[in-house]
């Protein structure tokens, strides 16, 4: 027995999802009222199976012409599938995923558009240069005509561009709200499973943060990439945060140039400044995405405030994690931060969420505080915990590997990491003897 409250006019009977003083049906006024009504189910199609005894058909995927993005979705995208790509306005997503569409020549791709007109989307396929005789575009921004155009066409790759432009009439809130993007992912999931036709949705990041944006359909869609990067650098990050069909999480990395975004095959030095003499304030961490080891650069610079309350600026990271190692430093090393301004960037615009750059951000703090020089060959990776202590990271095989193999010769990791390479590795317990070994 399903139970379901509802209102209903007790003149004409209309039902209604909402309380409402007067009837829309018969005109009437305080005629609606609360009522349950029930529906009795007794056909269940489905029974209990055995999960070894499940049939699991071939899962058909989409082979794009960018291999980065293919390994980010393990492979490439799976058919029937929706996919978001979130991230904030201005960054690169239009131009990503029509870059996509242009380049698959052999299937009909279909590129609907809420928010640019046709000719700003073709003025940008100019600027890609890639002429497509399968890809379309049409103008649309309400549900049932999406819909239709789906329907109708039956492209095999469909883009929305973007959620937050497509509007359902019969539900209330503005366009962009909450409700409104959920019903419209609703009606695009069935899109979706019942057409067989993929769809990529673009979702934009607003200032309150991912919540009123596309957070709220993460858990709808089967894929989540979210890409980021600096407005001011070229370089953008396109980062599997979740992937139904997939493995670990994963990035790809690319140039935004004149005609398009490039991937980068091979990024894990591409955040290294490359011309850099050996300065003050600067320290080389290593973090693991997914598969991946890359090398980053961390800059740190300290002096004296000009303010009642010291700055500390996090460019990149946790500000609240900056205060933590602060702390540390403050406590264990001796360091009089009170006073001074703290400013910390990993460079190149990328946002990290591992503690393992723990040691690297401290030791760039520390370069600049005793306007020592570290190194250029040398890098770190560990975790920096309450007590000064080293602690250990994930992947450490893989983040040494790749140091090495971009001509870093001492490896600076936690002593309780065991590890078989030890040629190019120096094992500390604490971060004041580590800091002490550069102090003399
Ligand atoms: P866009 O894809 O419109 O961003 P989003 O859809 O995320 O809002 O691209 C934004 C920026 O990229 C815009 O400032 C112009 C720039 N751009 C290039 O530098 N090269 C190009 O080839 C294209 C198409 C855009
Ligand atoms: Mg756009």
Known sequence: MIEKKIYQCNVCEKQYVKFQGKCDNCNEWNTISECVISKKKENYPNIPKQIQNIEIGNIELIKTSDDEFNKLLGGGITKGSLVLVGGDPGIGKSTLVLQLLLNLNEIKTLYISGEESEEQVAIRANRIKIKNKQCFIVHASDINEVNHHITTQQPILTVIDSIQTITNEDIDGSMGSVSQIKDITNQLLTLAKTTNTTIIIIGHINKEGLLAGPKVLEHMVDVVLLFEGDSKNNYRILRSVKNRFGHTPEIAIYTMKENGLFPINNPSSFLLSSNYSELSGVAIGIICEGQRAILIEIQALI??????????????????????????????????????????????????????????????????????????????????????????????????????????????????????????????????????SYNG
């Open 303 to 436: 002096g004296v405030t000009n303010y009642t309350t010291p700055q500390r600026v996090a460019n990149g990271f946790d500000p609240k994690r900056l205060s933590i190692l602060i702390a540390i430093l403050e406590k264990k090393i001796g360091l009089k931060l009170a006073n001074k301004d703290v400013f910390v960037n990993i460079v190149g615009g990328i946002t990290i969420h591992e503690t393992s750059l723990d040691l690297a951000i401290c030791m760039a703090i520390v370069s600049s505080y005793f306007d020592i020089i570290i190194p250029r060959k040398h890098c770190f990776s560990a975790e920096v915990g309450l007590c000064g202590e080293l602690r250990t990271v994930p992947f450490i095989k893989q983040r040494i590997d790749t140091a090495i193999k971009y001509g870093f010769d001492e490896i600076i990791i936690s002593d309780e990491q065991c590890t078989t390479n030890s040629r190019n590795v120096k094992h500390f317990s604490t971060l004041e003897d580590i800091i002490g």
